[in-house]
């Protein structure tokens, strides 16, 4: 599976951005991480196949969004950037699994998640 991430680039801040991502018919728990510069991956958003459960970082709960449909019988997932701060300037990877882990909060997990996308970079400016 080869999952492929677009949407990225320049915005000021207080603006909006959404990232697409494509997988595909196995990839039914899909998830959004970031990395900053110098930084380590971390996780902003998951959407769970069970009961299409949403989960978010806090730092970005009630600013971005994320869905799903399925588009020709696979999964696209979106995320919906709102009010951006240059704080969420980051490269943005999508990152998706076929089965949901047993552990508490697995979802926030990078070792939870089979396949990844190459990412797109975020850059808000203030």
């Known amino acids: 599976v080869q999952l492929q991430a677009s949407g990225g680039g320049l915005v000021q801040a207080g603006g909006s951005l959404t990232l697409s991502c494509a997988g595909s018919r196995r990839t039914d728990n899909m998830a959004w991480f970031r990395q900053a510069p110098g930084g380590e991956r971390e996780f902003v958003a998951a959407?769970?196949?069970?009961?299409?459960?949403?989960?978010?970082e806090e730092s970005v709960e009630g600013r971005f969004s994320i869905s799903r449909e399925k588009v020709n019988g696979e999964n696209m997932v979106y995320l919906q950037l709102n009010n951006l701060k240059p704080d969420d300037t980051a490269i943005y990877y999508c990152a998706a699994t076929a089965y949901a882990g047993l552990r508490r909060n697995w979802y926030r997990q990078l070792d939870q998640y089979a396949y990844w996308g190459p990412g797109t970079q975020v850059t808000v400016s203030s």
């Open positions: 959407i769970i196949r069970d009961r299409d459960l949403t989960y978010y």
